[in-house]
């Protein structure tokens, strides 16, 4: 299985290892070999709280690794009038006679709170090659499932402002 992310996905992510092997790598060793000094290591809170962060920064440059190694690349275009990667999407909910709006990104960049869904979520899947106009079925679960139509699409790129996830 791959991740789809964009080659600025590929650009941030290459950043983040880069800087957690040569920056934060040899700080939290130190602080490890610091706090060993303390004295007994079964009562060492300082000890165990670095050790902990050595292995939280360690599976991070893991993840890292592995999702450079075996994503695949793609290049966000759509056509003018169809709902495309970074784009921003202002909809009317049916059911609930509201409007909303989110932009749609990879899902590394996704945060719900900030209104940036994945392509890959529910409402992406739905949204992406539409058109202005088009009253689309978001299918959340076997069991429930919404209508939204289209109002506006904002067309947008991949600027790498958008952050990636950390954790």
Same mark, same amino acid.
């Given at each position: 299985m791959y991740d789809? %992310?964009? +080659?600025?996905?590929?650009? &941030?992510?290459? +950043?983040e290892l880069e800087y957690r092997i040569s920056v934060v790598r040899p700080k939290i060793l130190?602080?490890? &070999?610091?706090?060993?000094?303390? $004295?007994?290591?079964?009562?060492?809170?300082e000890y165990h709280a670095a050790k902990r962060?050595? $292995?939280r920064n360690e599976s991070r440059i893991r993840y890292l690794r592995n999702m450079i190694k075996t994503a695949k690349i793609i290049?966000?275009?759509?056509?003018?009038?169809?709902? $495309?990667?970074?784009?921003?999407?202002?909809?009317? /909910?049916?059911?609930?006679?509201? /409007?909303?709006?989110?932009?749609i990104v990879t899902?590394?960049? +996704?945060?719900? %709170?900030?209104? %940036?869904i994945s392509r890959e979520s529910p409402m992406g899947k739905a949204v992406m090659g539409r058109k202005v106009g088009d009253?689309?079925? /978001? &299918? /959340?679960?076997d069991e429930y499932s919404y209508y939204i139509v289209i109002r506006s699409i904002v067309k947008g790129n991949d600027d790498a402002?958008?952050?990636i996830r950390k954790f």
């Open positions: 789809e %992310l964009t +080659q600025v996905d590929i650009d &941030k992510m290459k +950043q130190e602080e490890v &070999k610091f706090t060993r000094s303390f $004295g007994d290591l079964s009562e060492n809170a962060e050595r $292995g290049k966000p275009q759509s056509r003018a009038d169809e709902v $495309g990667l970074f784009d921003t999407v202002e909809y009317y /909910v049916e059911e609930d006679d509201a /409007v909303e709006s989110v932009r899902s590394l960049r +996704q945060n719900s %709170l900030e209104r %940036l009253r689309v079925c /978001v &299918k /959340v679960s402002s958008l952050e």
